[in-house]
Protein backbone atom coordinates (compact mmCIF):
# COMPACT_ATOMS: atom_id res chain seq x y z
CA UNK A 1 0.00 0.00 0.00
CA UNK A 2 1.64 3.16 -1.41
CA UNK A 3 1.80 6.35 1.21
CA UNK A 4 -1.01 8.64 -0.28
CA UNK A 5 -3.47 5.31 -0.24
CA UNK A 6 -2.95 5.08 3.36
CA UNK A 7 -3.42 8.59 4.17
CA UNK A 8 -6.56 8.33 2.18
CA UNK A 9 -7.64 5.38 3.83
CA UNK A 10 -6.92 7.29 7.43
CA UNK A 11 -9.23 10.00 5.99
CA UNK A 12 -12.00 7.96 5.48
CA UNK A 13 -11.92 6.13 8.69
CA UNK A 14 -11.44 9.41 10.03
CA UNK A 15 -14.72 10.88 8.41
CA UNK A 16 -16.69 7.68 9.39
CA UNK A 17 -15.49 8.32 13.20
CA UNK A 18 -16.36 11.86 13.47
CA UNK A 19 -19.66 11.13 11.79
CA UNK A 20 -20.42 8.93 13.80
CA UNK A 21 -19.80 11.33 17.06
CA UNK A 22 -22.17 13.88 15.11
CA UNK A 23 -24.63 11.18 15.01
CA UNK A 24 -24.16 10.76 18.88
CA UNK A 25 -24.80 14.56 19.67
CA UNK A 26 -27.78 14.98 17.55
CA UNK A 27 -29.38 11.74 18.97
CA UNK A 28 -28.26 12.96 22.41
CA UNK A 29 -30.00 16.53 21.85
CA UNK A 30 -33.17 14.03 20.89
CA UNK A 31 -32.92 12.25 23.91
CA UNK A 32 -32.56 15.62 26.07
CA UNK A 33 -35.86 16.83 24.88
CA UNK A 34 -37.51 13.51 24.47
CA UNK A 35 -36.50 13.25 28.68
CA UNK A 36 -37.41 17.00 29.35
CA UNK A 37 -40.64 17.03 27.91
CA UNK A 38 -41.80 13.41 29.08
CA UNK A 39 -41.20 14.02 32.18
CA UNK A 40 -43.66 16.97 32.30
CA UNK A 41 -46.26 15.75 30.91
CA UNK A 42 -46.50 13.41 34.39
CA UNK A 43 -49.47 13.97 35.98
CA UNK A 44 -49.60 16.40 38.93
CA UNK A 45 -47.98 19.14 39.93
CA UNK A 46 -44.06 19.57 41.27
CA UNK A 47 -44.74 22.52 43.37
CA UNK A 48 -47.13 21.24 44.93
CA UNK A 49 -45.41 17.42 45.38
CA UNK A 50 -42.84 19.08 46.93
CA UNK A 51 -44.58 21.78 49.56
CA UNK A 52 -47.15 18.82 50.25
CA UNK A 53 -51.32 19.12 50.05
CA UNK A 54 -51.79 21.71 53.04
CA UNK A 55 -49.38 23.89 51.15
CA UNK A 56 -51.46 27.16 50.25
CA UNK A 57 -51.76 27.90 46.85
CA UNK A 58 -49.29 31.27 46.85
CA UNK A 59 -46.85 29.12 48.43
CA UNK A 60 -47.20 26.95 46.11
CA UNK A 61 -46.92 29.82 43.07
CA UNK A 62 -43.93 31.54 45.17
CA UNK A 63 -42.17 28.23 44.74
CA UNK A 64 -43.22 27.88 41.01
CA UNK A 65 -41.98 31.23 40.60
CA UNK A 66 -38.69 30.51 41.97
CA UNK A 67 -37.51 27.78 40.39
CA UNK A 68 -39.37 29.27 36.96
CA UNK A 69 -41.84 26.20 36.29
CA UNK A 70 -44.47 29.04 35.14
CA UNK A 71 -42.25 29.86 32.01
CA UNK A 72 -43.35 28.00 28.63
CA UNK A 73 -42.31 24.28 28.16
CA UNK A 74 -39.37 25.47 25.34
CA UNK A 75 -38.24 28.19 27.40
CA UNK A 76 -37.63 26.24 30.03
CA UNK A 77 -36.10 23.73 27.66
CA UNK A 78 -33.82 26.04 26.77
CA UNK A 79 -32.44 27.44 29.97
CA UNK A 80 -32.46 23.51 31.55
CA UNK A 81 -30.59 22.55 28.13
CA UNK A 82 -27.71 25.55 28.47
CA UNK A 83 -27.71 24.41 32.21
CA UNK A 84 -26.73 21.05 31.82
CA UNK A 85 -24.50 22.03 28.98
CA UNK A 86 -22.38 23.83 31.71
CA UNK A 87 -22.70 21.18 34.19
CA UNK A 88 -24.75 22.61 36.36
CA UNK A 89 -28.57 20.62 36.50
CA UNK A 90 -30.15 22.58 38.74
CA UNK A 91 -31.49 22.37 42.34
CA UNK A 92 -33.25 19.38 44.08
CA UNK A 93 -36.84 20.60 44.38
CA UNK A 94 -37.46 18.49 47.70
CA UNK A 95 -34.30 18.99 48.96
CA UNK A 96 -33.52 22.10 47.65
CA UNK A 97 -29.63 21.05 47.53
CA UNK A 98 -28.02 21.23 44.29
CA UNK A 99 -28.61 18.20 41.68
CA UNK A 100 -24.93 17.48 40.56
CA UNK A 101 -23.91 17.37 44.36
CA UNK A 102 -26.72 14.40 45.34
CA UNK A 103 -25.65 12.22 42.05
CA UNK A 104 -22.07 12.95 43.00
CA UNK A 105 -22.39 11.15 46.33
CA UNK A 106 -24.26 8.05 44.35
CA UNK A 107 -22.63 7.81 41.18
CA UNK A 108 -19.94 5.49 42.22
CA UNK A 109 -21.39 3.65 44.04
CA UNK A 110 -22.98 2.31 41.01
CA UNK A 111 -19.94 3.20 38.27
CA UNK A 112 -18.26 0.23 41.07
CA UNK A 113 -21.08 -2.07 40.58
CA UNK A 114 -20.79 -1.23 37.07
CA UNK A 115 -17.02 -2.23 36.63
CA UNK A 116 -17.38 -5.53 39.16
CA UNK A 117 -19.96 -6.60 36.88
CA UNK A 118 -18.08 -5.95 33.70
CA UNK A 119 -14.79 -7.36 35.43
CA UNK A 120 -16.17 -10.54 35.69
CA UNK A 121 -18.67 -11.09 33.20
CA UNK A 122 -16.97 -10.15 29.81
CA UNK A 123 -13.99 -12.77 30.37
CA UNK A 124 -16.56 -15.55 31.39
CA UNK A 125 -19.00 -14.08 28.57
CA UNK A 126 -15.80 -13.83 25.79
CA UNK A 127 -13.96 -17.18 27.31
CA UNK A 128 -17.72 -19.65 26.64
CA UNK A 129 -18.54 -18.09 23.20
CA UNK A 130 -14.85 -18.58 22.14
CA UNK A 131 -15.15 -22.15 23.29
CA UNK A 132 -18.51 -22.80 22.38
CA UNK A 133 -17.93 -21.46 18.45
CA UNK A 134 -14.94 -24.30 18.51
CA UNK A 135 -16.71 -27.13 19.75
CA UNK A 136 -19.72 -25.86 18.39
CA UNK A 137 -22.32 -28.90 18.03
CA UNK A 138 -20.68 -31.08 21.11
CA UNK A 139 -22.31 -31.68 24.71
CA UNK A 140 -20.37 -28.73 25.42
CA UNK A 141 -22.18 -26.38 23.39
CA UNK A 142 -25.61 -27.24 23.91
CA UNK A 143 -25.61 -27.16 27.07
CA UNK A 144 -24.24 -23.65 27.14
CA UNK A 145 -26.35 -22.54 24.28
CA UNK A 146 -29.02 -24.24 26.34
CA UNK A 147 -28.09 -22.13 29.63
CA UNK A 148 -27.94 -19.03 27.67
CA UNK A 149 -31.19 -19.27 26.21
CA UNK A 150 -32.67 -20.05 29.58
CA UNK A 151 -31.04 -17.40 31.46
CA UNK A 152 -31.90 -14.33 28.70
CA UNK A 153 -35.69 -15.53 29.31
CA UNK A 154 -35.30 -15.21 33.08
CA UNK A 155 -36.39 -11.13 34.09
CA UNK A 156 -33.71 -9.96 36.81
CA UNK A 157 -35.95 -9.25 39.90
CA UNK A 158 -36.90 -13.27 40.00
CA UNK A 159 -33.21 -14.37 39.52
CA UNK A 160 -32.35 -11.66 42.19
CA UNK A 161 -35.24 -12.51 44.56
CA UNK A 162 -34.60 -16.50 43.97
CA UNK A 163 -30.92 -15.90 45.01
CA UNK A 164 -32.33 -13.44 48.08
CA UNK A 165 -34.33 -17.08 49.07
CA UNK A 166 -31.29 -18.76 48.63
CA UNK A 167 -28.06 -17.19 49.90
CA UNK A 168 -29.46 -14.89 52.29
CA UNK A 169 -32.43 -16.83 54.17
CA UNK A 170 -31.69 -20.53 53.59
CA UNK A 171 -28.04 -20.60 53.61
CA UNK A 172 -27.59 -17.45 55.30
CA UNK A 173 -24.43 -16.78 53.71
CA UNK A 174 -24.90 -13.26 52.26
CA UNK A 175 -26.67 -10.16 53.60
CA UNK A 176 -30.26 -9.59 51.30
CA UNK A 177 -28.73 -6.15 51.59
CA UNK A 178 -26.36 -4.21 49.83
CA UNK A 179 -23.91 -1.67 50.78
CA UNK A 180 -20.98 -0.55 49.03
CA UNK A 181 -20.12 1.44 52.30
CA UNK A 182 -19.22 -1.76 54.39
CA UNK A 183 -16.92 -3.30 51.87
CA UNK A 184 -13.54 -2.39 53.98
CA UNK A 185 -12.27 -6.04 53.46
CA UNK A 186 -11.70 -8.58 50.94
CA UNK A 187 -14.56 -10.38 52.41
CA UNK A 188 -17.31 -7.70 52.99
CA UNK A 189 -16.66 -6.63 49.64
CA UNK A 190 -17.23 -9.79 48.12
CA UNK A 191 -20.30 -10.53 50.70
CA UNK A 192 -21.61 -7.09 49.70
CA UNK A 193 -21.36 -7.13 45.78
CA UNK A 194 -21.80 -10.75 45.25
CA UNK A 195 -25.48 -11.36 44.79
CA UNK A 196 -26.08 -7.73 42.94
CA UNK A 197 -22.94 -8.67 40.58
CA UNK A 198 -24.65 -12.34 40.28
CA UNK A 199 -27.43 -10.91 39.29
CA UNK A 200 -26.44 -8.79 36.76
CA UNK A 201 -24.17 -11.26 35.33
CA UNK A 202 -26.61 -13.60 34.64
CA UNK A 203 -28.44 -11.86 31.38
CA UNK A 204 -25.33 -10.56 30.77
CA UNK A 205 -22.83 -13.51 30.41
CA UNK A 206 -25.69 -15.11 28.45
CA UNK A 207 -26.30 -12.37 26.14
CA UNK A 208 -22.62 -11.98 25.03
CA UNK A 209 -21.56 -15.60 24.93
CA UNK A 210 -24.16 -16.10 22.16
CA UNK A 211 -23.33 -12.85 20.26
CA UNK A 212 -19.86 -13.88 20.77
CA UNK A 213 -20.23 -17.48 19.69
CA UNK A 214 -22.21 -16.46 16.26
CA UNK A 215 -19.27 -13.57 15.35
CA UNK A 216 -16.53 -16.79 15.40
CA UNK A 217 -18.23 -19.20 13.90
CA UNK A 218 -19.21 -16.57 11.47
CA UNK A 219 -15.06 -15.93 10.79
CA UNK A 220 -14.82 -19.85 11.09
CA UNK A 221 -17.59 -20.43 8.11
CA UNK A 222 -14.70 -17.94 6.07
CA UNK A 223 -13.05 -19.36 2.99
CA UNK A 224 -9.73 -18.34 4.60
CA UNK A 225 -10.74 -20.58 7.77
CA UNK A 226 -11.62 -23.40 5.78
CA UNK A 227 -8.62 -23.45 3.42
CA UNK A 228 -6.62 -23.11 7.16
CA UNK A 229 -8.61 -26.35 8.59
CA UNK A 230 -8.24 -28.37 5.17
CA UNK A 231 -4.00 -27.74 5.62
CA UNK A 232 -4.35 -28.80 8.66
CA UNK A 233 -3.87 -26.27 11.13
CA UNK A 234 -5.26 -26.64 14.31
CA UNK A 235 -8.52 -25.61 15.23
CA UNK A 236 -7.28 -23.50 18.43
CA UNK A 237 -4.36 -21.60 16.15
CA UNK A 238 -7.49 -20.86 13.38
CA UNK A 239 -9.91 -19.06 16.16
CA UNK A 240 -6.65 -17.74 18.24
CA UNK A 241 -4.86 -16.38 15.18
CA UNK A 242 -7.23 -15.42 12.37
CA UNK A 243 -10.66 -15.61 13.32
CA UNK A 244 -10.43 -13.70 16.87
CA UNK A 245 -8.63 -10.51 14.88
CA UNK A 246 -11.29 -10.44 12.15
CA UNK A 247 -14.26 -10.42 14.47
CA UNK A 248 -13.12 -8.39 17.21
CA UNK A 249 -15.55 -5.83 15.70
CA UNK A 250 -18.55 -7.92 16.50
CA UNK A 251 -17.36 -8.74 19.50
CA UNK A 252 -16.83 -5.24 20.54
CA UNK A 253 -20.76 -4.89 19.42
CA UNK A 254 -21.47 -7.57 21.84
CA UNK A 255 -20.16 -6.75 24.89
CA UNK A 256 -20.88 -2.75 24.40
CA UNK A 257 -24.55 -4.01 23.91
CA UNK A 258 -24.40 -6.37 26.88
CA UNK A 259 -23.22 -3.81 29.06
CA UNK A 260 -25.60 -1.12 27.99
CA UNK A 261 -28.09 -3.55 29.79
CA UNK A 262 -26.18 -2.43 32.76
CA UNK A 263 -28.13 0.84 32.80
CA UNK A 264 -31.05 -1.25 32.85
CA UNK A 265 -31.09 -3.74 34.64
CA UNK A 266 -29.00 -1.93 37.59
CA UNK A 267 -32.23 -0.25 38.54
CA UNK A 268 -34.26 -3.27 39.32
CA UNK A 269 -31.11 -5.09 41.15
CA UNK A 270 -30.45 -1.45 43.03
CA UNK A 271 -33.59 -1.53 44.35
CA UNK A 272 -33.98 -4.76 45.23
CA UNK A 273 -30.35 -4.97 47.05
CA UNK A 274 -31.22 -1.73 48.73
CA UNK A 275 -28.09 -0.44 46.87
CA UNK A 276 -27.40 3.09 47.38
CA UNK A 277 -26.59 3.93 43.79
CA UNK A 278 -27.92 6.36 41.12
CA UNK A 279 -30.93 4.11 40.37
CA UNK A 280 -32.40 4.75 43.28
CA UNK A 281 -31.58 7.77 43.67
CA UNK A 282 -33.88 8.22 40.38
CA UNK A 283 -36.55 6.02 41.42
CA UNK A 284 -37.39 8.10 44.87
CA UNK A 285 -36.79 11.22 42.39
CA UNK A 286 -38.99 9.62 40.41
CA UNK A 287 -41.96 9.03 43.83
CA UNK A 288 -41.26 12.88 44.92
CA UNK A 289 -41.81 14.26 41.66
CA UNK A 290 -38.25 15.32 41.91
CA UNK A 291 -37.67 16.62 38.02
CA UNK A 292 -34.42 18.33 37.63
CA UNK A 293 -33.13 14.97 39.26
CA UNK A 294 -35.40 12.70 37.11
CA UNK A 295 -34.21 14.33 34.60
CA UNK A 296 -30.13 14.29 35.32
CA UNK A 297 -30.33 10.50 36.03
CA UNK A 298 -32.17 9.99 32.82
CA UNK A 299 -29.61 11.51 30.66
CA UNK A 300 -26.69 10.10 32.72
CA UNK A 301 -28.42 6.77 31.83
CA UNK A 302 -28.92 7.85 27.75
CA UNK A 303 -25.16 9.06 28.05
CA UNK A 304 -23.40 6.29 29.21
CA UNK A 305 -25.71 3.82 26.76
CA UNK A 306 -24.60 6.23 23.65
CA UNK A 307 -20.96 6.28 24.68
CA UNK A 308 -20.91 2.39 24.95
CA UNK A 309 -22.93 1.66 21.55
CA UNK A 310 -19.97 4.58 20.08
CA UNK A 311 -17.40 2.70 21.63
CA UNK A 312 -18.41 -0.13 19.87
CA UNK A 313 -19.13 1.49 16.39
CA UNK A 314 -15.78 3.44 16.06
CA UNK A 315 -13.90 -0.15 17.48
CA UNK A 316 -15.56 -1.93 14.40
CA UNK A 317 -14.50 0.69 11.85
CA UNK A 318 -11.17 1.04 12.87
CA UNK A 319 -10.80 -3.20 13.31
CA UNK A 320 -12.63 -3.68 10.37
CA UNK A 321 -10.85 -3.09 6.53
CA UNK A 322 -14.54 -3.91 4.73
CA UNK A 323 -15.70 -0.48 6.63
CA UNK A 324 -12.58 1.43 6.08
CA UNK A 325 -12.97 1.20 2.42
CA UNK A 326 -16.80 1.34 2.23
Known amino acids: MTCLSRIAMNGMVLRLILRRLALAALTLLLVSAGVFFITNLLPGDAAQAALGQAATPETV ?26 GNPGLSL ?28 V ?27 SLVSV ?7 IAVMIFAVKLRWLSALSHSADAATVGAFIK ?20 TRAAVIDQLRSSYAEMALLKGVRRTRIVLRHALPNAIGPIANAVA ?3 SYLLGGVIIVESIFNYPGIATLMIDAVTTRDMPLVQACSMIFCAG ?3 LVLTADVLAIVS ?6 R
Not at 123 to 149: K, Q
Not at 155 to 161: G, N, R, S, V
Open 61 to 86: AALRLQYGLDLPAPLRYARWLGDLLS
Open 94 to 121: VNNVPVAQMIGGRLPASLMLAAVTAAVS
Open 123 to 149: PLALLLGIASAMYRGSTFDRVVNVSAV
Open 155 to 161: PEFLIAT
Open 192 to 211: SYAMPVMTLCCVIVAQMTRM
Open 257 to 259: LSL
Open 305 to 307: YLL
Open 320 to 325: NPRLKT
